[in-house]
């Protein structure tokens, strides 16, 4: 038996990146000879009989790839978390200026509550003085 020598599993980059995105179109063609059916860097990985470490560290175009194939580009995750952040900050400033608007209401109602308050102590004082008569008002056809 001849011994295996370690030097001959080792492909060309080239060659290596052929084989991923052939792995790649594989899987997604339901053609995968390990019987994969998902789409992931572990199943291409599989597929082609490397370690994912090898696809994360040495072919990060076919990491994005696969998570391009997957709908979880990191660039358009990226996008998209930023339009978020732009969607939520722009009703977060929104919030804040209702919030403005509406102390400003509650001051204004507390100012007139005050001032409904005196009036009613004035009222209540005028009538509990004694000079102070009721009057009767009578209805015209009466």
Aim: aromatic fraction near 4%.
């Amino acid at each position: 038996m001849k011994p295996k020598n370690k030097a001959t599993n080792y492909k060309p980059a080239e060659d290596r990146a052929k084989d991923l995105k052939l792995a790649l179109y594989r899987i997604q063609k339901g053609r995968a000879r390990t019987g994969e059916t998902k789409v992931s860097i572990a199943a291409v990985a599989r597929e082609a009989g490397i370690s994912t470490a090898l696809i994360h560290n040495h072919y990060p175009d076919v990491a994005e790839t696969i998570r391009e194939a997957q709908g979880r580009s990191s660039r358009a995750m990226r996008d998209v978390k930023h339009q978020d952040l732009v969607t939520e900050r722009k009703k977060s400033a929104a919030y804040r200026q209702e919030i403005e608007e509406l102390r400003a209401k509650i001051a204004r109602l507390a100012s007139f509550n005050e001032l409904l308050l005196d009036e009613n102590r004035v009222l209540i004082a005028k009538m509990n003085d004694p000079k102070v008569v009721d009057l009767v008002l009578r209805k015209p056809h009466e």
